[in-house]
């Protein structure tokens, strides 16, 4: 086990695309998940992309904390990994949540993406999962997801007036 350091918004491996994951099953695989889950819970993040361990392959962790569920549709879950994901939109409708990232220490911002998604890919076993997400879940989905094609969250930002400091954000809050 391994504390990973984490990289920041302006480091060129936040922006480059990640590479599938060649064999899902792999030892190194599983290896790199365990310390990816380390380094994420050590720094209480909610979610984690191989990028920003500076490692150019298609995997994340993620989780939902307690205090992040969204209700009954979007239950609080433990740390899970996913390998080689694919995300896709259920139907039109946008959320606008507030984000945070790990490589951008300090800030959140609120973010448009789509409100539901369907996701599919490979567990820290190697077994091939699938699901339907809404709520926190769907956004740290489509946020890590975003981390494999070197997007970051204020890429997706429409309103940048709703970036903020993490101690701004707590004395005002973003949303209107
Ligand atoms: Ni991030």
Same mark, same amino acid.
């Given at each position: 086990? /391994?504390?990973?350091?984490?990289?920041?918004?302006?480091?060129? =491996?936040? +922006?480059?695309?990640?590479?599938?994951?060649? *064999?899902?099953? /792999?030892?190194?695989?599983? !290896? +790199?998940?365990? *310390?990816?889950?380390?380094?994420?819970?050590?720094?209480?993040?909610?979610? %984690?992309?191989?990028?920003? =361990?500076?490692?150019?392959?298609?995997?994340? =962790?993620?989780?939902?904390?307690?205090? $992040?569920?969204?209700?009954?549709? *979007?239950?609080?879950?433990?740390?899970?990994?996913?390998?080689?994901?694919?995300?896709? /939109?259920?139907?039109?409708? !946008?959320?606008? $949540?507030?984000?945070?990232? %790990?490589?951008?220490? @300090?800030?959140?911002?609120?973010?448009?993406?789509?409100?539901? =998604? $369907?996701?599919? @890919?490979?567990?820290?076993?190697?077994?091939?999962?699938?699901?339907?997400?809404?709520?926190?879940?769907?956004?740290? +989905? !489509?946020?890590?997801? *975003?981390? +494999?094609?070197?997007? %970051?969250?204020?890429?997706?930002?429409?309103?940048?007036?709703?970036? /903020?400091?993490?101690?701004?954000?707590?004395?005002?809050?973003?949303?209107?």
């Amino acid at each position: 086990m /391994a504390l990973l350091k984490i990289a920041r918004m302006g480091h060129p =491996v936040l +922006l480059a695309r990640a590479e599938p994951v060649p *064999d899902p099953k /792999a030892a190194s695989v599983a !290896q +790199l998940i365990d *310390d990816m889950i380390e380094t994420m819970e050590d720094i209480r993040g909610a979610g %984690l992309a191989a990028p920003q =361990v500076h490692v150019g392959l298609r995997v994340f =962790v993620y989780r939902v904390p307690e205090e $992040r569920s969204a209700g009954p549709d *979007d239950p609080p879950r433990a740390v899970q990994a996913l390998i080689n994901p694919t995300i896709e /939109a259920i139907g039109d409708e !946008q959320a606008l $949540r507030v984000e945070g990232c %790990l490589s951008i220490p @300090g800030l959140r911002g609120a973010v448009p993406r789509p409100a539901r =998604v $369907r996701y599919a @890919g490979w567990d820290r076993a190697g077994e091939p999962i699938s699901g339907e997400a809404s709520g926190f879940l769907a956004t740290v +989905l !489509q946020h890590e997801n *975003d981390h +494999l094609d070197g997007i %970051l969250y204020p890429m997706r930002m429409t309103d940048l007036s709703r970036l /903020a400091f993490e101690d701004e954000f707590a004395r005002f809050g973003l949303l209107p």
